[in-house]
């Protein structure tokens, strides 16, 4: 999967050495070592996106980078790896956070995730939206099992498109509790529930499959 990638990495060492792993997988690597460089860089398929920049704040960049194109993969990387740093950058606008050291290969696994989720939600933004037998309508906000149409709750719904968008993909816990619930406080028995109910008005148990330790996964087909 080639892409166009802005690296935007203020310590030379570790933007160099980047840019000539990204570039041996075979992408094309735009370097900014600023801020003011990210912003200013022409269109590209994704952003790996340092937080600790010299002259902005790093989140405070990830929400222009994501007004400027709000269909950009952006993958958030820093050092800070409390749950609480990782949930304020999911809400400033990054697709996925890195915590530093890693690996190579994990980079990679996480970029050809994050551009196969990108992908399908942009396919997704009409108004309807079809996964196996399932059929929704998203701006009526109704869903179809094959020819029978299923009624859900609100947070049921939202839980449904959470996983309808990255569909095949499996989606982690915290994720599904920022995109439905705008939280990862919310009761994990809460999360649980909902699932089961969802299950259930969907008439297949194996339709939304757990993935343990992890979080749950809605079959493509």
Wanted: net charge neutral; with cysteine; hydrophobic share 45%.
């Amino acid at each position: 999967m080639r892409v166009r990638v802005l690296l935007v990495e203020d310590d030379l060492r570790v933007a160099a050495a980047l840019s000539k792993a990204l570039r041996r997988r075979g992408h094309e690597v735009v370097s900014a070592l600023t801020a003011a460089e990210a912003v200013r860089a022409d269109p590209v398929d994704l952003v790996l996106l340092d937080l600790n920049l010299p002259d902005r704040d790093g989140l405070e960049v990830c929400r222009r980078l994501r007004q400027l194109d709000e269909d950009v993969a952006i993958i958030a990387v820093s050092a800070r790896a409390e749950e609480h740093d990782r949930v304020a950058g999911l809400r400033a606008g990054a697709d996925d956070y890195v915590v530093k050291p890693f690996s190579m290969m994990e980079l990679e696994a996480r970029i050809e995730a994050v551009l196969r989720r990108t992908a399908r939600s942009a396919r997704s933004t009409t108004s309807e939206l079809r996964v196996g037998t399932l059929r929704i309508d998203v701006d009526a906000r109704r869903v179809w099992v094959g020819e029978r149409e299923v009624g859900l709750a609100r947070k049921e719904f939202d839980l449904l498109m959470a996983l309808a968008r990255q569909a095949g993909a499996v989606v982690p816990r915290d994720r599904l509790q920022l995109d439905v619930w705008q939280t990862t406080w919310a009761s994990r028995h809460n999360l649980d529930v909902h699932v089961a109910a969802l299950r259930g008005k969907l008439d297949d148990a194996g339709l939304v499959e757990t993935v343990r330790g992890v979080g749950y996964r809605l079959r493509a087909g």
